[in-house]
């Protein structure tokens, strides 16, 4: 079985300063790993994602990722916030098993101050 | 490529009438999914299909809940008969048969179901 747990509903940040948003996930194998971002009255779009390599992985407008294996993590960071960024971001776990199923955490919705 | 294309993007109907709604996913992606999102429930994966099969609809929250996918470049998820508690944001999402491979979203369709 595969979940994916995020800390927190709700982050909120200052424009400037820097952005964590937390996801731990659970899979018996290696999974597969992506960042999501959902702006208002849109669908979901591709941040970032971890397949195999390099456990640090960049994405769209700055955000970067960074797989952590021994403690089952794959926390999304940012060293500066900007008001475009506000949105909710949503963890993704996913495996080949025959067929290839996302599960997604419950979200994050970032909130940046002026 | 125009990207998942969903239809339509709001619905309003009566309890107890049917809705159906479609999706066309990219052309060449062979899997298909469909989710709901929900303030209560977040996103969850009702079904997904993988060269227009079903692989798993444990998601599926009830009998009055269906899909189908007919063809490679379409599919349908049918209520009926609809209650208050489906209203929800329905998305349409596809990719490659790979994990390597993230989902493309559709914009959503927005029930309300009165």
């Known amino acids: 079985a595969q979940s994916v747990t995020q800390l927190g509903s709700h982050v909120s940040v200052s424009e400037g300063a820097l952005v964590l948003l937390r996801c731990n996930y659970s899979?018996?194998?290696?999974?597969?790993l992506f960042w999501y971002v959902q702006y208002p009255n849109q669908g979901l779009q591709l941040l970032l994602k971890y397949t195999t390599g390099a456990t640090l992985v960049k994405g769209i407008n700055g955000f970067e990722a960074e797989f952590k294996k021994s403690e089952t993590s794959f926390h999304l960071t940012k060293p500066s916030a900007h008001m475009s960024d506000a949105a909710e971001y949503f963890c993704?776990?996913?495996?080949?098993?025959?067929?290839?199923?996302?599960?997604f955490g419950a979200g994050t919705r970032l909130f940046v101050k002026a | 490529d125009a990207g998942v294309i969903q239809s339509p993007r709001h619905e309003v109907t009566e309890m107890g009438q049917e809705v159906t709604l479609r999706c066309k996913p990219i052309?060449?992606?062979?899997?298909l999914f469909w989710y709901r999102q929900t303030m209560m429930r977040g996103l969850e994966l009702l079904i997904y299909f993988n060269n227009n099969v079903p692989i798993d609809d444990s998601g599926m929250p009830e009998d009055r809940f269906s899909a189908k996918m007919p063809n490679a470049s379409f599919s349908t998820l049918k209520i009926q008969p609809s209650e208050p508690r489906d209203s929800a944001v329905y998305f349409c999402?596809?990719?490659?048969?790979?994990?390597?491979?993230?989902?493309?979203f559709g914009q959503g369709t927005r029930l309300t179901v009165v």
């Open positions: 999402a596809s990719s490659l048969t790979d994990g390597n491979t993230e989902a493309f």
């Open positions: 899979s018996s194998v290696p999974p597969y």
């Open positions: 993704a776990v996913a495996r080949n098993t025959g067929g290839f199923k996302t599960i």
């Open positions: 052309s060449g992606h062979n899997s």
